[in-house]
Every structure is written in structure tokens, then in C-alpha cells.
């Protein structure tokens, strides 16, 4: 008899388990639940009026084979220069017989990864870098502090146990101070000491100052195989029509190989039998409420979510499961004929904008965590590419708070303001168009009961056919790679009959697993 699989979520997760199990499996039925009308996620790209803002910045690289394989197979690499590449006679990689991305929409481009920091009303590299132009920017006095600072944590280390200890562990109480306390505490809304170190260690990938001074050394001197952080790559993939493009062909394929996608279906309530066994699901569609039976469940959902429209579950599970915090995201297009920033680099752009893809605001002025500039993702996202600049300023909130709840229109005023305070631009006067965008539980945060994540994996685990994947569905902050690698695990495992789940939670959790690459 056919099986049939449910699948929560048409994010990065949820499609790729969907295509995987329909490429792979033999005679399985493949259901698709998606909340909304569009795919990817938080990874999804907006079109509005021509011009397309990603909600959160996503760079294409992996050091995972299979992934790259993957993505390749969806959206083969540029053969031809893009629009931008030829304006600017920039050299690219091109890729033998690869799609003409002028010509043709499934392609995925080379992109030049530049992110700073607007700190004072100045440009740092992101990640921090010791530049000549970085210590000018800070001026002597703050150098030395920083030096000083730096040499007191090597001599002090701190216990790993929180954020804020992670961080002057490895960057100094001064440098500390000056780029990663304020934003992480805008993005979060906890102060770094609340929050769990295990989030640093995800996220900066083993980033220090030493690491910062092997890579500057190791260019020096054209080191040959030369381990690069994450952070410090240089160049990255990105498609033509943003990361939601990647997902909407996904899709497409997973509905060619027989598949099934219902949007616009909230799934409420799982029930689960006398063997602990998941029978099937309800979700909400056009008002009313439909059940669906299944074999195996595959959830991208929020964990929380998950567990509470469970029946039978123990008190302490129930309880972790229910305590466990987000983070919420708004973000605001901006359509300008210009921005005030000069470009000071030695690279061309259209326009000679700043050459920035995504900016992190370190300025207690204002709420903006950071700011994109669509322009510079890549050429397709905006319409009049020559005549405009697309900025996508972003905001860290809670579900039903203040800024959540806060009109277009208010929100729209908020955020020019925060552009003319910045010197972004002059004048409100000056804005073409603006469009907002509201994701909830964009971030799964490492606070609250955060800390007895384990013991709700256990419960979690007890349940055969249930595999939690993708960043929502196992609470992990996981870029794009790691949430599909945990899907192809979780999909080896039910084409197998392999009962042992480590292999979907131990994805990106090993330190040797995400921090080296080969350059």
C-alpha cells in the first residue's frame, strides 16, 4: 500500500524533504502544507510594483557537496554575464554552457559579498577587520583601547556561558562594546548576557581576532589551502530573482513529480494513537477546518506550534515546548532616486552607489538592526535599476508589540525618519515608494527554557514517525544549507527504516562540521 507523507511548511526545509522523498522514495504520496500563499519561508522574495525585497538577508555558500549539487540542479550558474557585470565590464566566474541570466530567469549569479558596519557615522568591515582604514575610522586613542582590551581577555578568559562572554572572549571588551552589544540586544530584545553562547558559536563560526589575522596573513603570502571561516567569504551564489525564486522552482518540481501543495492551510492539531504514533493532521483552509491522515510527518513549523497542537503530551516537554522565545521581523522597502552614502571603495557600481549588500546598524539612535540595498543582490530586483536605489531597512520585534501592530502608513514615517537620521537620505520629500512586510517567529532565540531544548528533543524523538527539520522545526538558527541538509538526513532515514534521528539534530552542531572550509 502507498505511504503517505505530511509535510508542514514550504519553506527550504519542507520543499526540499517534499522533492527528496518524490525523487528518492518509491510510491509515497508527498502533501505539502503551506500557511501562507507564498514558498520559501523566510527565505521567500516579494514582488511589489517590479521592484523584489528578500525578508532577511541570504547568501548562497555551502561547504556541503550535496547542497552545492543540489542548487546547481535547480539553478544552474551563470554562463553570461548579468546586466550589472556587463555595465560595469566586471569579471565573473562564468560557468561552461551555463544559462545567459539576460536571456533566461532559472540561473543563480556570482555575486561580490560586501557587508560593513555604520558605526558613528562611519563604515567597518563586516566582519571586523584591522585595515589601515578600520584603525583611521577608530582613531589612536580607541585603537590602543581595543589593543588592550583584546590583550586583557587573553589573559582573562571569561566562562563560555553566555553571549556577552563569547563575544569578549574572542573580540575584547572594547571592540565588544562597539559592534555586537547594542545589536545583539536590538535584535534579540535581551540583553547578550541572557543569552545562551551556543547562538555565537552558530553564528560567527569561529570568527576571532586570530582568525581574522590568519586570513589577512594567509592573503599576504597566497597561502594555498588555507582554512576561511564562514564569515569572511568573499563571494557567494545568489539567484537572479532572489532565494525565493529557488523555492518557487522547487515547487514547481515537486507539483511535476506528482506532489501535492496546499496553500494557505494552517495546520492546528496533530493526533497522535495509543502507540504514540501520529495518525494525521487538521488545518485550517478558507475558514474551516479539514483532516488529513498520513503515514509519516515532516515538520518545518515552529516546534512550539508542533508540540501544543499535540495530544497527550507529558507536563515537562508541554512546558519547554511552550516557553520556547522568538523573534519576530519587520521590514520596510524603500524605493529612492539616490542615497546620500558615498562610495569610498575601489569598487564599481551602478550608479556608484555604496557597494554594499547589507549593512549592520550599530547606532543607538535608532531601532534599524540593519539595511540592504537590493541593487547590489543583484541587478534583476530592481526595476529601474539606473535611476533608483531598493533599500530594504529591517526591524527586530515581538508578535503584537508596538512596532508589530503598527500601521503601513506609521510604519513607512518610522522607518524614512530612521533613514534621514542616518544620512541615509535628506529628506523624507525624497522617498519614490515604500512597501512593509511582516514575518512571524523569523528567529528562533536561545533564551528562556531554550536551555532544556535536549530533554524536549527526547520526547520529541519517542514519536516514530515524526522528523523535526529545517530552522523553525528544530529551533536552531539554521542558514538555508543546514536546513536542507537536515531534510535529506530525516529523508535517508524513512527510505531506510532507520529509527536513530541523531543524524537530523546533529546537523550544524559540531564545531568541525561548519567552521572550515578549504580556500
Known amino acids: 500500500m502507498k505511504k503517505k507523507a505530511l509535510i508542514i511548511g514550504a519553506g527550504p526545509a519542507g520543499l526540499t524533504a517534499a522533492y527528496e522523498l518524490l525523487k528518492k522514495g518509491n510510491d509515497i504520496e508527498v502533501v505539502v502544507f503551506e500557511e501562507s500563499d507564498c514558498f520559501g519561508g523566510i527565505s521567500r522574495t516579494v514582488e511589489y510594483k517590479g521592484n523584489r525585497m528578500d525578508m532577511g538577508g541570504h547568501r548562497f555558500f555551502s561547504k556541503i557537496p550535496e547542497v552545492n549539487a543540489w542548487w ?3 539553478l544552474p550558474m551563470q554562463g553570461a554575464p548579468s546586466y550589472d557585470d556587463l555595465e560595469l565590464d566586471r569579471e565573473v566566474p562564468l560557468e561552461k554552457n551555463g544559462p545567459d541570466p539576460e536571456k533566461e530567469d532559472r540561473v543563480m549569479l556570482t555575486r561580490h559579498r560586501v557587508s560593513r558596519i555604520l558605526f558613528d557615522d562611519k563604515f567597518y568591515d563586516y566582519p571586523v577587520s584591522l585595515k589601515p582604514e578600520t584603525l583611521k575610522n577608530m582613531g589612536f586613542f580607541t585603537t590602543i583601547k581595543v589593543g588592550f582590551s583584546y590583550l586583557a581577555s587573553l589573559l582573562h578568559k571569561r566562562p563560555d556561558d553566555n553571549l556577552e562572554n563569547f563575544y569578549i572572549n574572542r573580540f575584547g571588551k572594547k571592540l565588544y562594546s562597539m559592534f555586537f552589544e547594542y545589536y545583539t540586544e536590538n535584535l534579540w530584545g535581551r540583553h547578550p548576557r ?23 596573513l594567509g592573503k599576504i603570502f597566497n597561502q594555498k589551502n588555507r ?20 523555492w518557487e522552482v522547487t515547487a514547481s518540481e515537486v507539483e511535476k513529480m ?8 494552517k495546520v492546528t492539531k496533530l493526533h497522535k494513537d495509543e502507540n504514540n504514533m501520529l495518525t494525521g493532521l487538521i488545518y485550517e483552509k478558507d475558514g474551516t477546518e479539514q483532516e488529513m491522515s498520513g503515514d509519516v510527518i515532516i515538520s518545518s513549523m515552529p516546534v512550539k506550534d508542533l508540540v501544543g497542537g499535540m495530544n497527550d503530551v507529558p507536563e515537562t516537554p508541554a512546558r519547554i515546548a511552550k516557553g520556547l522565545p522568538y523573534r519576530d ?27 554594499d549588500c547589507w549593512v549592520y546598524v550599530q ?20 526595476k529601474d535599476l539606473e535611476h533608483t536605489v531598493w533599500i530594504g531597512l529591517e526591524y527586530f520585534v515581538n508578535e503584537g508589540d508596538e512596532f508589530w501592530n503598527m500601521t503601513e502608513e506609521a510604519f513607512s514615517k518610522f522607518g524614512v525618519d530612521e533613514m534621514v537620521k542616518l544620512g ?52 536552531r538558527y539554521n542558514n ?4 536542507m541538509v537536515t531534510s535529506f538526513e530525516a529523508v535517508k532515514n524513512i527510505l531506510s527504516g532507520e529509527a536513530d534521528k541523531s543524524n537530523v539534530w546533529n546537523v550544524n552542531t559540531e564545531k568541525e562540521y561548519h567552521e572550515e572550509s578549504k580556500a
Request: proline share 4%; with cysteine.
Open 72 to 74: 546547481d540542479q535547480m
Open 194 to 216: 541572557e543569552i545562551d553562547a551556543s547562538w555565537g558559536a552558530q553564528r560567527v563560526k569561529g570568527l576571532s581576532i586570530v582568525a581574522i589575522l590568519q586570513d589577512i
Open 227 to 246: 582554512k576561511v571561516e564562514t564569515s569572511l567569504i568573499e563571494q557567494f551564489k545568489y539567484p537572479k530573482l532572489g532565494p525565493g525564486e529557488l
Open 258 to 265: 506528482g506532489g501535492t501543495i496546499i496553500k494557505g492551510a
Open 329 to 355: 521581523y519587520m521590514t520596510l522597502g524603500v524605493l529612492v532616486p539616490k542615497i546620500k552614502l558615498k562610495n569610498k571603495t575601489k569598487m564599481k557600481t551602478v550608479g556608484n552607489i555604496v557597494p
Open 363 to 382: 547606532d543607538r539612535r535608532v531601532k534599524m538592526g540593519r539595511f540592504q540595498i537590493y541593487n547590489n543582490w543583484s541587478p534583476y530586483m530592481v
Open 424 to 475: 541615509l537620505i535628506d529628506s523624507a520629500d525624497e522617498v519614490l515608494d515604500s512597501h512593509m512586510e511582516r514575518v512571524k517567529k523569523a528567529y528562533p532565540a536561545y533564551f528562556d527554557t531554550y536551555d532544556e531544548m535536549d530533554t524536549l528533543i527526547e520526547y520529541l524523538n519517542t514519536i516514530p514517525n515524526l522528523y523535526c527539520v529545517g530552522r523553525n522545526g528544530q529551533h
Open 480 to 483: 538555508i544549507d543546514h536546513s
